[in-house]
């Protein structure tokens, strides 16, 4: 059995988890949201097995959504891109600060942010130096 591998990606141009669940519902309206993008993951059995895509908002990430498949998608320039598959189910997570990357990136199990309970639907991210004290010791 493969083990379980998540994605993390900055979720551009928007700057709470409102806006995502916004956009997505104007752009695929009950159907499985997705994200494009050009690379295809090599762990892609990893993250089938239960993995989920990680969204940071403003340096901190604040929810996920489990993934759900990956499929080729041809643009209009004639190349193969990855479209990961996403549960329209967005989970809030405990907010875990985040310097800004390009692209996504695999994110091992263990350092995923907590579920939040689902009765709060918002947790602010720590001030950028408590949350790295924290982090150093453990902690998080």
Known sequence: ??????????????????????WQAQRYGNGPAMHVTRMWPKRGDEILNGGSLYWVFKGAVLARQRVIGLEERIGEDGISRCAIILDREVVRTEAMVRRPFQGWRYLAIGDAPRDLPKTRTREEALPRELSVALSEIGLR
């Open 1 to 22: 059995m493969a083990d379980i591998v998540h994605l993390i990606k900055l979720c551009v141009g928007a700057e709470k988890v409102e806006d995502l669940l916004e």
